[in-house]
């Protein structure tokens, strides 16, 4: 099975967490997300089934969880992007001291 289909089986950030991603743009080419994390929040489960580049308004510390049970935390700089692959089902919690606000650009 592809990343892609795998990816697919989980709703889209702003259909699985409609309270911490907000659809800004859509057309046949892109879909822009801004992701408003606040401090504490462990989103729900969801996928990011296109590619995309995430810009990283302000720092950010977060940890996120495989649906096999694994970790991984990471920190990242405002001001930063990077490009993100296609990610099947995951959950993301915001473990800094402030809230964690994104840019996601998906390519379809």
């Known amino acids: 099975m592809s990343s892609v289909a795998i990816a697919q089986n989980a ?7 409609p309270d911490v ?12 997300i801004e992701t408003v994390r606040k401090k504490g929040v462990h989103d729900k489960v969801h996928g990011h089934p296109f590619p995309s580049v995430v ?12 649906p096999d049970g ?6 990242t700089k405002a001001g930063s992007a990077s490009a993100v692959p296609v990610i099947a089902s995951h959950s993301a919690e915001n473990i800094g001291q402030a809230d964690c606000r994104q840019i996601f650009i998906e390519r379809k």
Do not use: M, S, W
């Open 55 to 66: 810009y990283h308004v302000t720092d950010c510390d977060t940890r996120l969880y495989a």
């Open 21 to 32: 991603y907000k659809l800004i743009f859509e057309d046949q080419n892109f879909r822009v």
């Open 70 to 75: 694994k970790t991984t935390d990471g920190h």
């Open 11 to 17: 709703p889209p950030t702003f259909q699985g967490d």
